[in-house]
Nanobody, 122 residues
């Protein structure tokens, strides 16, 4: 079992930056693939980024070059640095954990946080 709690969301102007954090509790954090997803109003949840236990990273095309995912296994933390934010990045962002990247490609995961709101104004 893994419990996930996100923080760091908020309101930012277009072109600005935010850093999301996810604190994980439970056992064996380091073996999990950690991911970030988002869901905008009226839209389905979508994959944003993921990082494996060996620090391999994966990104959605829409955020490549703007977002960076990282993890600190000693602190049981995963981060999403979001730069050059756009109004279309507005969504609830969710932290997730799974043993594999495969389900994450389909916006699925074994464990989810409650989400944090990110709003980008134009």
């Amino acid at each position: 079992q893994v419990q996930l709690v996100e923080s760091g969301g908020g309101l930012v102007q277009a072109g600005g930056s935010l850093r999301l954090s996810c604190t994980a509790s439970g056992r064996a954090f380091s073996v999990y693939v950690m991911g970030w997803f988002r869901q905008a109003p009226g839209k389905e949840r979508e994959f944003v980024a993921a990082i494996s236990w060996s620090d391999n990273t994966y990104y959605a095309d829409s955020v490549k070059g703007r977002f960076t995912i990282s993890r600190d296994n000693a602190k049981n933390m995963v981060y999403l640095q979001m730069n050059s934010l756009k109004p279309e990045d507005t969504a609830v962002y969710y932290c997730a954990a799974d043993h594999s990247i495969i389900p994450m490609r389909s916006a699925k995961s074994a464990y989810w946080g409650q989400g944090t709101q990110v709003t980008v104004s134009s």
